[in-house]
């Protein structure tokens, strides 16, 4: 299943474009995470880390996406978009109450502090992939509080004369990453073991060429060629035996219309950089810049968004992107390009289990809730009774715990018991459609509507159709609250939603990210409630 935030009509896509890693090239998790982090264990130790951090192992129950590094104190925070804490942990202890105060006295951090707060944000950054970078920041955390050789302090540790800070931790991680990703070691590991950390699917060539017969597809990617020209042909051949959906064998380029590799996005979706022109025998990079038309199979380096609408001919809202990071992908080329963005979500299909497999905790939270409401329900403002919800409250904590626990140790990717995460609100502003991956299309039709849902405001869903006067509009959601509970409360992740939203099918994946039938939670809750940020309904087949 292909999830709606804003409307859109595929057949008015005239071009569909993809990124390549975890996009058309989808890693095996953990192998591929567990050799990342391995080989940023064995730089830090290069650069004078302590050997003993090589005994930890990449936990995948530990990380997620979009958690946030705080690089003076050395916590991972996973927040709302507001910038209030939901999760807070050092190393591997979570904190609570008066510890976080300790930290953060407000619970809320000032987002835009992009020099302490860093947001691990991406399936695969340009260097590896950021549950890992995630992970080693725990565990760098948990060595050097645990270890009684280092002083620890409020920002970092002491030994001795030497003081390491959490942020010149923060700096070594990423120096680490970057020279995983210039040394080429990451990639070198990858392709001497493909079927280890590549997926392969057969289904890939058919949907690419279907789409080929009704549009323009290109390739935008940060990795090189000779990477992308291996992971592609991995990719593309079935040369084996293996039944490749009914597509006749050809060259991974003719699937294309246009390839760009070296994009270095998000500069691609800016000013971008000089377009020249590969020699795909060396894999060298030809002199100068291209300024010719398009050729047939010819590789490009570098270049902007504007250059592939140059090339193709097409612009902004006839583009269907299709990437795995929210920034580099999906972000920037909405609001600089303004294309139609799809974004990939490997984790969708085991956040869609929990979801239906813990469905009885989502609808105690819910019960929960209603109780909360029926207390106060014959209370008004000359009330001096106050109940006791202290056990309520306690009790909506260890579910929303338990509901979190289902997911990992960290929780859910896109929410933190009826609290939405910075991620969840990300992908419904930005990514006009998402899913598992994006091999859902070849179960549409080209001619699909894809329909958002329509979003009512709290007043909207509280207050039946009818003509109220304004005197009567305060008294009578009184006895309604009592009874329904406060419709701007989405207990268990179900917000808000219309009859049809309510009445839709819903569907499960499998462990190939193709979904099969099943009830009960509607598409518009798995991230929330669905939205058209702008205001405005998109492509949505009206007038």
Known sequence: MIFVNRSLALEKIKCFGFDMDYTLAMYK???YEELAFALLLEHLVSIGYPHEILAYKYDPTFPTRG???????????????????????????FLKGAEILHYYPNKFIQRDDMKRF?????????????????????CLVDFFTN?????NCDTGYKHGNLFMSFRSMFQDVREAMDSVHLSGCLKEKTLENLEKYVVKDPRVPLLLSRMKEVGKVFLATNSDYNYTDAIMSYLFDFSDGHKQAETPQRPWRSYFDLIVVDTRKPLFFAEGTVLRQVNTDTGKLRIGTYTGPLQHCAVYSGGSSDVVC??????????????????????????RQGWRTFLVVPELA?????????SELFEELRSLD??????????????????????????IQKVTHEMDMCYGKMGSLFRCGSRQTLFANQLMRYADLYA????????????????????????ESTVEHGRLDAGEAGTTLAPWLAQHGHPGQQVGGRGPRSRRAEESQHQQPDASGVLCPLSPPTPSQVAGVCRDSSGEEEDDGEA
């Open 370 to 395: 209603l109780f909360l409401a029926e207390l106060y329900q014959h209370l008004d403002s000359g009330s001096s009774e106050r109940p006791d919800i202290s056990s309520i409250k306690r009790r």
């Open 310 to 335: 140059d090339l193709l001919g097409v612009k902004g809202k006839d583009i269907l992107y299709m990437g795995d990071h929210i920034f580099g992908d999906i972000l920037k080329s909405k609001k």
């Open 147 to 151: 270890c009684s050789r280092y002083v």
């Open 67 to 93: 958690l946030v590094f705080d690089a003076l104190y050395g916590n991972l925070l996973k927040v709302d978009s507001h910038g209030n804490l939901l999760v807070c942990a050092h190393g591997f202890r």
């Open 29 to 31: 998790s953990p192998d």
């Open 436 to 459: 598992a991956s994006f091999i859902n299309f070849l179960y549409y039709p080209f001619s699909y509507l894809f329909r958002a849902p329509p979003v009512l405001m709290a007043h």
């Open 350 to 358: 085991r956040e869609l289990q929990v979801w239906t497999e813990k």
């Open 118 to 138: 860093h947001i691990l944000n991406t399936l695969f950054n340009l260097t590896a992939p950021s549950p890992a970078e995630a992970h080693l920041y725990a």
